[in-house]
């Protein structure tokens, strides 16, 4: 592991840091090649129904069911090696991938096989997060989850673009081939991954059970569950304010064409607000900044109700998302209040935590929209987000972990088995 350092860390210590390279490229090569394949499944399975419902479905088909996963197998991350894990996730990617492509399956079948594949993927993902915190520390550390939350918005961006060209020009076969593709290389990328050993130290087998009581007592702890909170509402409300963003521009004047460039505001402004605050903020203005930088992503949202012209709405989608790097002046307290022996089940409870704000946030939004407008919605969003910056925004400034914290965390996993 590489030790701390005091001051700012830069991209090029980074970059140095064994291992940290293959990370970032795994993360890459998964978030495109599972956002073309989504692509490609949805426009396959509209293409042979005609139904937008099923459609959706399909879309909806990579990402609920690592809700299941999420709630029931993280705990293994903590079980096998990292590495183990990542060569599964990469390898039953590419299987599905290439099975729709080549197996002729019906949509049906294919939504299937990708929903079953979704179930195991917050496993490999929760064990990449926790390796990411051995591999780096301190300002280090806090900088790679910057670079990763950067990787994740361009990613997103690059798998839509290159699964749009790929089913035009060479249909949905194709691209289906091409993610499965990707995720041989990522797989090699994997191979490039130091081998570090099992933290967890129990003798006892794994059980069904381990994962939801872990996940219990994670939120029973007060400061990690203070943490979580905090990290899953603003995306949750956003996300809703996202989704209304075609409704609102229906609201405006009934064109379509801006929407796009509209819906690229959010990962825009989610890009430059993480490298600004992870590369240019110190430790302590990133935690002195959380709350400030919480109340920013709901405030601009705010004057949405009055519909300000396209340049200032677009401002206000790419403010808000830039807000999100909140979360970066916190990453430090959450890796004090988990013990390094449960840092896969922490973060795989963060992800399905993200994964159910994604279809929660846009239901609710779109309820509300229905009786006051997706305007007025956005608005009262942005109200919700600055309530919760009030409530959740502010760091502890008391010793996050203390021995008996400590004891409180780690006291379910010694007798999990019993009743």
Known sequence: MTPAKTGTATYAELLRTRGVVSVLSLALTLIVGTSLQIFALSVYVFAETGSALWSSIAFAAGFLPQLLGGTLLTSLADRFPARTL???????????????????????????????????????????????????????????????????????????????????????????????????????????????????????????????????????????????????????????????????????????????????????????????????????????????????????????????????????FALSSAGMAYQLGGQRAFLAAVPEDRRGLAFGLYGTGLMGGQGIGPVLAGVTADLLGAGTTMTVLGIAILAAAARYGPLPRTPIVSAEATDQVKAPYRDAGSP
């Open 86 to 316: 990542l060569v599964s996730g990469a390898v039953v990617r590419a299987i599905s991938a290439f099975l729709i492509a080549f197996g002729g399956l019906s949509p049906l079948a294919a939504i299937g096989v990708v929903a079953v594949v979704a179930v195991w993927q917050p496993v490999p993902l929760a064990a990449q997060s926790a390796l990411l915190t051995r591999l780096l520390t301190g300002d280090r550390y806090v900088l790679g989850r910057s670079v990763m939350s950067l990787i994740s918005s361009g990613a997103q961006l690059l798998g839509l673009a290159l699964g749009g060209a790929a089913v035009q020009w060479l249909g949905t076969s194709a691209a289906f081939a091409a993610a499965g593709a990707l995720q041989i290389v990522g797989l090699l990328t994997v191979l490039a991954i130091p081998a570090t050993p099992v933290v967890f130290t129990a003798a006892r087998r794994w059980h069904l059970q381990e994962t939801w009581r872990g996940n219990l007592e994670l939120l029973r702890a007060h400061h990690v569950r203070r943490l979580l909170l905090s990290w899953w509402l603003a995306p949750t409300l956003l996300v809703g304010a996202e989704a209304l963003v075609v409704a609102y521009m229906g609201e405006r004047d009934g064109s379509a064409g801006p929407t796009g460039l509209l819906l690229a505001a959010f990962p825009a402004g989610a890009a430059v607000g993480n490298l600004v605050v992870g590369r240019l903020f110190p430790a302590p203005l990133q935690e002195r900044a959380t709350p400030w930088l919480f109340a920013l992503v709901g405030l601009p949202l705010l004057p949405l109700a009055l519909h300000p012209p396209l340049v200032a709405t677009w401002v206000c």
